[in-house]
């Protein structure tokens, strides 16, 4: 059969095109070079002032470093800072700097440099989570190695927070022209990029850590799954970043050219109820509702069985983290008796996505089960439904991912489109911003049990974070926490 | 002739001036706001307004017009929303690779239909002339997007013989170049070659009953020769009508074949900017890509007065 398939295929190709058969597809340079395949392309390399996942995972930690980064486990680790100490009123941080940092214009890199960094976020982004620096009072440059930052009040999720983008270094002489020409610390710099296809990342020769062990990362991006998928079969690429299919995987477990690499994420795929409005402002219905889905089934139906089931917002990886997906089991009577004499046709607003609209189909038919007739609307993502769901409040469900870490913070946000107030979540989440990190854990960890207890949304299932890659490959970051694709971790097996 | 052509570059120009204002009024009408989409899902509602302001999208829609087409007569398609980059030169940029694109599906479809299609009617009562006729008909009624995923498997994926997508600009490497626009190119000109097939039959065929033809062989030329010099250009003018269509849908038909290839041209560009409501993008690219269909309607009216010496009188 084999044999025959060739057959055909040579004639095919040597009647329409003339090309010469036998040469062999594959990534055109040597053993130092990696090939990564992702899904979101940046519109551009400067995060400062445009939004989106796809620029900070691509740069950040790569080309961007902060004083510290999240290690695998969800840990703050020291990186551009050796060390810091944190004040008894915990208002203020001192850093200890590593020497002998130069930025890749050659620029070194000081106290001076973070002090520009950290001011420059109130006074020049424009990008909303911004606001999580306003919070910084000021900052002293005690000595060329020692930075000292002096909170308003304070604050975990700050320190937190300077592991994202919000926390890149940058040098006063490098950020003329972001866009286009980024410039910081890290082990990689911008070699090139075609946009609408890659970006192609070259060791940085004066980077003053341990050295990356490819020394040419070609980002790819392609939008298809199936296209991805075919790249990495076809060997095109050497690493898909994160799987947006899961029932593509079969083909890689079964072949031992690949390795499948599966953690979690900080990614809680949520069914969003509209807690502002009727009927869903009862408690009792969104109690109701959460006891007729089972989880378990429409992970299984929706996504293979691969993610996790956590009952409440909050990752594995966060230190607060605990199983709650069991207070609420799977119990259509009680659903049904909770429902009792209620009449109830709700809205599902859903952005047009894969995952949503396969969660959306199981959640539909299982709550028409319990006599729940819901009516899903696709909408066009992000635009439509940013809109009309997210600004407007307009919508009974939803589904979505709720992408970004630690955002459990959002419960303390009547206005967000939760439409959720519960002033002790809100007092909770300003008692661990400025408690000890034992405080923080146990204030955090009330915050994660009420908002369960309020069924202040559903949380079906958390997405796992799923890599193949070419056996060679190893020393990927399993589970992903951060907001950069870590290549300097990865190393040749 | 002057006049004539004088009179099509008229209605060209006309039409181009109404698509602009379709186009922009569409945009408009879009739902979903592009500096909420810029801004993300945190965006304080003064940051919307200023960045709404930024962009030009809260003034009246005349002026945005007016200001737009302004600018697109001097060679200056605006400033992107989401890149914050000028359109102009990454609009050139991605128009290369689509024409690269079509130019070479437009290629393999004629390679296959002139000698497909007129086997198919000059043996069109006989098995192997019923028989391409037959195969074109399959191919007619498969979508580019379908060949395309069919020949990834075959080339790409099971015999790891051509990359599966991607884009090696040809000034790089013009082997890679090659290459990686074999598939595509298949793929977009295989399902136009097999309907462009029938019309070249059922012309030549038309064109074999002729009494001009018969004349020519009772002067004693054989049946190949009567064929070439007489009837292949009177079979042509049908031929560019559809030629024509054919090169507006590829052009159509590229943007689904390039997301299927990953190639950088405009269509995955417009699929991009519409996702991102990326409006003064997909506005610059649906002008290029409507101004594309009319300059190529354009050529076409103006060859047909080349090729058939009695449209030229009137």
């Known amino acids: 059969m084999k044999a025959r398939l060739h057959a055909v295929a040579v004639a095919l190709l040597l009647v329409v095109s003339g090309c010469s058969a036998g040469s062999t597809a594959s990534v055109s340079a040597g053993p130092d070079t990696l090939s990564v395949g992702f899904t979101a392309e940046p519109a551009n390399f400067d995060f400062t002032r445009t939004d989106g996942a796809a620029i900070p995972q691509a740069l950040l930690y790569n080309v961007y470093e902060g004083l510290v980064k999240l290690d695998a486990d969800g840990h703050v680790v020291p990186l551009l800072a050796k060390s ?68 308003s009040k304070p604050s975990n999720g700050w320190l937190f927070s300077l592991t994202s983008r919000l926390g890149a270094m940058f040098s006063p002489t490098g950020v003329a022209d972001l866009a286009n020409k980024p410039i910081g610390t890290g082990p990689y710099e911008v070699a090139s990029r075609r946009r609408g296809d890659s970006i192609v990342l070259k060791a940085n020769p004066a980077y003053w850590g341990r050295k990356p062990a490819y020394t040419t990362v070609v980002l790819k991006y392609i939008k298809d799954p199936t296209a991805l998928n075919n790249a990495l079969l076809s060997n095109g690429i050497d690493v898909i970043s994160a799987i947006t299919a899961p029932d593509s995987l079969p083909q890689f477990q079964g072949d031992d050219r690949f390795t499948v690499v599966q953690g979690t994420s900080n990614s809680e795929v949520t069914l969003a109820m509209n807690n502002a409005r009727p009927p869903l402002n009862d408690v009792r219905v969104r109690q109701a509702l959460t006891y007729a ?201 | 002739m002057t006049v004539k052509v004088l009179r099509r570059l008229a209605i060209l120009l006309v039409s181009v001036l109404v698509a602009s204002i379709v186009v922009f009024l569409f945009m408009a009408v879009l739902p979903g706001d592009p500096a909420q989409v810029a801004l993300g899902v945190n965006a304080t509602p003064e940051l919307l307004a200023k960045t709404r302001a930024e962009f030009g999208v809260d003034r009246p829609l005349l002026t945005q017009y007016l200001d737009w087409i302004g600018g697109v007569l001097r060679g200056d398609f605006g400033r992107s929303y989401v890149t914050r980059e000028t359109i102009g030169p990454q609009l050139l940029d991605r128009l290369g690779v689509t024409l690269w694109l079509v130019g070479a599906g437009m290629l393999v479809a004629l390679v296959i239909a002139i000698p497909a299609g007129t086997f198919a ?194």
């Open chain 2, 121 to 314: 009617a000059v043996r069109h009562r006989k098995p192997s002339g019923a028989g391409v006729s037959g195969l074109s008909q399959i191919g007619v009624a498969i979508p580019a997007f379908l060949a395309g995923i069919i020949l990834v498997q075959i080339f790409a994926v099971q015999l790891r013989w051509l990359p599966s997508g991607g884009w090696t600009p040809p000034e790089q490497d013009f082997g890679e170049f090659a290459r990686g626009l074999v598939l595509p190119a298949l793929s977009l000109g295989l399902v136009q070659g097999a309907v462009l097939t029938r019309y070249v039959r059922s012309a030549v065929l038309d064109t074999l009953g002729q009494d001009y033809l018969r004349t020519a062989r009772s002067k004693g030329l054989r049946p190949g020769q009567a064929l070439v010099r007489h009837g292949l250009r009177n079979a042509s003018v049908p031929v560019v009508t559809v030629l024509g269509l054919q090169l507006a849908t590829l052009l159509i038909g590229a943007v689904v074949v390039e997301r299927v290839f990953v190639l950088p041209g405009l269509g995955s560009m417009l699929l991009d900017a519409v996702s991102a409501r990326d409006l003064l993008t997909v506005q610059g690219i649906v002008l290029v890509l409507v101004v594309g269909v009319l300059l190529v309607n354009f050529v076409v009216d103006v060859l047909y007065t080349v090729l058939d010496p009695r449209l030229r009188g009137s």
């Open chain 1, 84 to 151: 810091w100490t944190i004040s008894p009123d915990r208002r203020t941080y001192d850093f200890q700097l590593q020497s002998n940092v130069r930025f890749s214009n050659g620029a070194p890199f000081t106290a001076e440099d973070v002090k520009f960094s950290l001011m420059r976020v109130k006074t020049n982004w424009t990008i909303s989570i911004k606001a999580a620096m306003d919070v910084v009072d000021h900052v002293d440059v005690v000595a060329p190695d020692h930075a000292r930052v002096v909170l």
């Open chain 1, 293 to 493: 889905i089972d989880r378990k089934a429409l992970l299984d139906t929706a996504w293979a069985g691969r993610g996790t089931l956590i009952g409440s917002m909050v990752p594995p990886t966060d230190p607060w983290y605990e199983d709650l997906s069991q207070v609420y089991p799977f119990d259509p009577a009680k659903a049904r008796q909770l429902l009792a004499g209620m009449n109830l046709n709700l809205r599902m607003r859903i952005p047009n996505l894969p995952y949503a609209i396969a969660a959306a189909q199981v959640v539909q038919s299982q709550l028409a089960d319990v006599g729940v007739r819901t009516t899903i609307e696709p909408l066009d993502f992000p635009a439509v439904w940013l809109k009309q769901v997210f600004t407007d409040h307009d919508y009974d469900l939803s589904i979505i991912q709720h992408v970004e870490a630690r955002d459990i913070t959002t419960f303390g946000k009547p206005k967000y489109y939760w439409g959720y107030d519960s002033k002790r979540v809100q007092q909770l989440l300003a008692d661990a911003d400025s408690g000890t990190p034992e405080q923080q854990v146990a204030a955090m960890k009330q915050v994660a049990r009420q908002i369960n207890a309020d069924a202040a949304a559903d949380w079906l299932f958390l997405f796992p974070n799923v890599i193949v890659a070419k056996a060679k490959v190893g020393g990927f970051v399993q589970n992903q926490v951060s907001e950069s694709f870590d290549l300097t971790g990865l190393a040749l097996r």
